[in-house]
């Protein structure tokens, strides 16, 4: 075996190129959501949300399901509007809701249910940014 022997600039510039992609990654890793799009079904007990929920993941268009039953079971005012929340952001929701619309949840899939102090949450997640 012949040992490996670089020069000092070689070993200097191997350092720098590793704490750059370090860095790199880094950044990707640690990039949180400052804001994200949602809409929810709100009901007050846990079988009717999962029922809901068989019935929305059933469907051939899971969206427009779940926008129809949040407008026909919600207790939300939002329900109105498809169970649309809009726009906010981090810690503007219950801990709970917030925990799987910025850390847990999948964008453009039904999640729940989610309970809070409100009641039982279906969640569709629609955009993290």
Not at 85 to 95: D, I
């Amino acid at each position: 075996l012949t040992p490996v022997t670089n020069s000092p600039a070689e070993m200097k510039t191997s350092s720098v190129l590793l704490l750059a992609l370090v860095g790199f990654a880094a950044l990707f890793s640690v990039a949180e959501a400052v804001s994200a799009d949602a809409s929810h079904i709100l009901v007050p007990d846990e079988a009717t949300c999962a029922k809901l929920k068989t019935e929305i993941e059933g469907a051939s268009d899971p969206f427009e399901k779940f926008t129809e039953l949040a407008k026909e079971h919600s207790t939300c005012p939002s329900g109105k509007s498809g169970g649309s929340l809009g726009t906010f952001q981090p810690g503007q929701m219950v801990k709970e809701f917030n925990d799987v619309v910025f850390e847990t949840g999948t964008i453009g899939k039904v999640e729940g249910p989610v309970k809070t102090q409100f009641g039982y949450h279906l969640i569709w997640i629609t955009r993290r940014a």
